[in-house]
């Protein structure tokens, strides 16, 4: 697996026997083994996210920062954040879960595809982009998460005219 930073600086890669690789314009330099991951990401900072059965782990060269189990089955991609706050790790069955780099805290767990979620791509504004094996590619709006929720609902009054408490009359049984 690779991933780039969201300037393009560096980028992160894992081999098959499991070594972590930093490549930037001065080359390419080993980090380190890598046991048990399977998808790696970078941020400009330099922060690395690795996920894998074993769980989430970050790290800034070769130190690891922290490590955190995940709830997540048979990971096949992780991409952090353009913030570097979050982490998105996409499984086997479908599901996106969403975990804090700094503290380990689930913040989300999206569901909605079908099959496994083997691509995950972040944007400035916190949305992310799920891509899966059920042909569909999903987008969240992860700004609703940390104080955005007013934003989220003021969003909707203005698109489709409907307070809060009128959108949620109309999910009642």
Known sequence: DIGADPQSIR?????????LWEVDADGARSLGQADGAVAVDVGTS??????????????????VLQRFALPVEQVLDVALSVDERWAAVG????????????DGEVVAILEGHQERVSTLVWTADAM???????????AWNLSVVD????????DAEERWGLTADAAMATLAP
């Open 128 to 138: 992310l982009y799920s891509g899966s094996w059920d042909g569909t590619v999903r």
């Open 46 to 63: 330099g922060l690395v996210v690795l996920a894998g059965d074993d769980g989430l782990q970050t790290r800034r060269g070769n130190q």
């Open 11 to 19: 980028a992160a890669a894992l081999d098959d026997a499991g070594m």
């Open 91 to 102: 499984g086997l069955d479908g599901r996106t879960v969403v975990i804090g780099v700094d």
């Open 147 to 154: 104080g955005g929720v007013q934003r989220a609902l003021l």
